[in-house]
């Protein structure tokens, strides 16, 4: 595996699948004897609002009922 300048590296598919790494899943690098292991950390809770509302509205809602799911209620 090449690093890139930015410092990143591609996990393989084989890798990410035996994990369960998905996008947005966290990870961390744990060292051991001077190995080191990446393992996958547990999911955070929803940082914002917005993100637990992703992919719920359809183009059967109209405007007002998508801008509705993002205001705060009282």
């Known amino acids: ?20 790494i998905t996008p947005e899943t966290e990870v961390d690098f744990v060292e051991e004897n ?3 292991y990446i393992v996958k950390t547990s999911q955070p809770a929803f940082t914002s609002k917005f993100k637990k509302l992703r992919g719920i509205a ?11 799911l993002t205001r ?3």
């Open 34 to 36: 001077g190995r080191f």
């Open 72 to 74: 705060e209620r009282v």
């Open 58 to 68: 359809t183009t059967a809602m109209s405007t007002d009922e998508i801008m509705s």
């Open 1 to 20: 595996m090449r690093v890139t300048t930015k410092g990143q590296v591609t996990i393989p598919r084989k890798i990410r699948e035996v994990l369960g």
